[in-house]
């Protein structure tokens, strides 16, 4: 999909489906606008209902200041318009309170962008505006200032937050991602203390590069091929709805053959992903004119030392990465199929998944499927593609139980003598 060639209300009316299906607003709470090549702001109404939005209901504010529509503009017209002439690089403005980002900005706190890699480049550094009158032009001043000392990422003070960007996905992008960190930090802060990347470590990742592929052109699509594009993105968008992907982050990989594999591309939005995106990646050579995961050295890896695996996921999910972002160690054995499926994880150390992807890949034993990388992902391998993603799912629900547990007691886990009847009973290995 070409984002950037549908019209400013249909952006604004896409973008706000997003928002409010994902939890991030109410029905009467958040605002988005862009500023077209003409001059005119257009932007979201007040008082009408953000889970029904048509393109109709959107607001145009003509340069001369008329204002065409059937509804008033937002309240909040007042800070887009101040952030417009004050940073003339400024295309898209975006404004919304979900919950996590709430609560940092009742705290007056900012989210740690460092926890996790490429957040802190999304994002960038996030600045801090002080409280005002919700609509108020001094609360448009107070916002405007902060972007004009060059924060492109804004939290209120009790109010939530505001990204300005050259286009609107990218402004959701960066809200998106900065809500994600805020998610995970109040999880790790549930079962541990949360540590941040070093310096070192942000400049290693900044490195991470998309690996130099030679490029091939396909002959012909199996039948076989075509389904597991179809399977793959019915599973993707699956996986972006239930929040285990970012709409830029997390991968799947199906392989096709005993040289050849699905993988998705690098930097293309989960929520809208097409078969045609889908990469396939044959004797290491990549469809011509796309860019795989930066990850898929290491699905080739798996797949070569593997013959077993036949899925992998890379995913960020905020439960089980909470235990990648702590030093807290995760145990499986919560419920019997949570120890069937995922058995044992191991934690591999940050930057293994990209540095090293050989010895990353000799991880993965029949009693290791899944495995987390500090500060980075969780790994996840299957006979199937629908068994990869069966695990992911578990260990996300999983780890969303045992955080859950600890405002209860102590977890009781599964004893030894009571794995190895499940070892028997269902001929684990």
Not at 90 to 96: E, G, M, P
Not at 290 to 316: D, G, M, N
Not at 351 to 364: C, E, K, N, W, Y
Request: net charge negative; charged share 25%; glycine share 6%.
């Amino acid at each position: 999909m070409k984002f950037e060639l549908l019209h400013p209300a249909d952006q604004i009316v896409m973008i706000m489906e997003r928002i409010y299906g994902y939890g991030m607003t109410t029905t009467s709470g958040g605002n988005l606008s862009i500023l077209d090549e003409n001059g005119d702001i257009w932007i979201t109404p007040g008082g009408v209902d953000k889970g029904t939005l048509t393109r109709k209901d959107i607001v145009c504010i003509k340069q001369d200041g008329e204002i065409v529509g059937i509804h008033r503009p937002s309240i909040e017209l007042p800070f887009h318009q101040t952030v417009y002439k004050k940073r003339k690089d400024v295309r898209a403005v975006l404004h919304a309170h979900p919950p996590a980002l709430v609560a940092f900005s009742i705290v007056r706190k900012i989210p740690n962008t460092r926890i996790i890699p490429n957040a802190h480049q999304i994002c960038g550094e996030v600045g801090m505006a002080e409280y005002d009158l919700p609509g108020s032009t001094k609360l448009g001043d107070k916002i405007a200032a902060v972007f004009e000392a060059g924060y492109d990422t804004v939290m209120l003070e009790n109010h939530g937050v505001v990204v300005a960007h050259k286009d609107l996905f990218k402004a959701f992008m960066a809200f998106e991602t900065l809500d994600f960190c805020a998610r995970l930090e109040i999880k790790a802060h549930r079962i541990g203390k949360p540590v941040a990347l070093s310096e070192r470590y942000l400049e290693v990742s900044k490195s991470k590069q998309n690996p130099k592929l030679e490029e091939y052109v396909p002959q012909s699509h199996s039948s076989a091929e075509n389904n597991a594009r179809r399977e793959m993105c019915e599973l993707i968008h699956r996986a972006y709805n239930q929040k285990l992907f970012t709409s830029t982050q997390g991968t799947f990989s199906q392989k096709l053959g005993d040289r050849s594999f699905l993988i998705t591309p690098y930097l293309v939005d989960r929520k809208y992903m097409d078969i045609s995106d889908l990469v396939r990646v044959e004797d290491g050579r990549c469809e011509a004119g796309k860019i795989p995961s930066r990850s898929v050295l290491l699905h080739q890896a798996i797949y070569e030392k593997h013959p077993h695996v036949q899925s992998v996921i890379i995913a960020h999910p905020p439960n089980i990465m909470a235990f990648a972002v702590t030093e807290e160690k995760f145990d499986s054995r919560t419920i019997p199929e949570s120890y069937i499926l995922l058995r044992t994880i191991p934690k591999l150390p940050f930057g293994s998944s990209f540095m090293q992807p050989q010895m990353a890949a000799d991880t993965f034993k029949d009693n290791t499927p899944v495995a987390l990388v500090e500060n980075d992902c969780i790994i996840v391998t299957g006979s199937s593609l629908l068994n990869a993603f069966d695990r992911l799912e578990v260990a996300e629900y999983s780890a969303k139980g045992v955080i859950a547990s600890r405002e209860l007691g102590e977890m009781v886990a599964i004893d030894d003598q009571q794995v190895r009847e499940i070892d028997q009973a269902f001929n684990l290995k």
